[in-house]
C-alpha cells in the first residue's frame, strides 16, 4: 500500500475506536475493580442524597431545588428547615450502611473488624457531607454548565 493510503486505514481505524469506545455501555466503562466512571465515593454521595431526601420527606429532585437556594446550601440546612434533625439523617445513612455492611460480614467477604472501621470513618464523612454547602459546579442549570454565549 502506498503512505497515503495506510494514513486513511489508520484514521479510520483510530475514528472507529473511538466512536465504540464513546457508544460503550455503562458496564464496559467499569474499571477492573468493578468501579464505574464515578467511582465508590459518587455511588456513595448519591445513596447519601437518596437516603436524605428520603428521610427530609423531599425527592431527589426538590432536595436538590432547594439546596440550589441562596447560592448553595447544606442537606443539613434544608433538613432543619423541614424540622428535620441533621443527625436523623446521618442515623438514617448509618443504619443503611450497617445493614449493607452487615451482610458482607454474613457472606465472609468482610470480617467485623472491618466493618466497625468503615463505619466509624463513615459516619465522619457522612456528616460532613450533609453540613457541606452544595458545590458552585451543581448551583447552575442542571443540563450542564454555563458556556459563554449560551445564556
Known sequence: MQPKRWTIVFSLAALLLTLLTL???PALAQSATGEGLGGPRLRLARAVFRIAAEEIGLTPRELL???????GRSIAQVA????????????????????????LVAKGWLTQEEADEKLATMRERVTE???????????????????????
Request: hydrophobic share 30%; glycine share 8%.
Open 129 to 151: 457531607f450533609i453540613n457541606k454547602p452544595l458545590p458552585a459546579r451543581f448551583q447552575g442549570n442542571p443540563s450542564g454548565p454555563q458556556q459563554p454565549g449560551n445564556e
Open 80 to 103: 432543619e428547615d423541614h424540622g428535620v434533625e441533621p443527625d436523623a439523617v446521618v442515623e438514617a445513612v448509618m443504619d443503611k450502611a450497617s445493614e449493607k455492611l452487615a451482610k
Open 65 to 71: 431545588q432547594e439546596l440550589r437556594q441562596d447560592g
Open 23 to 25: 457508544a460503550a455501555p
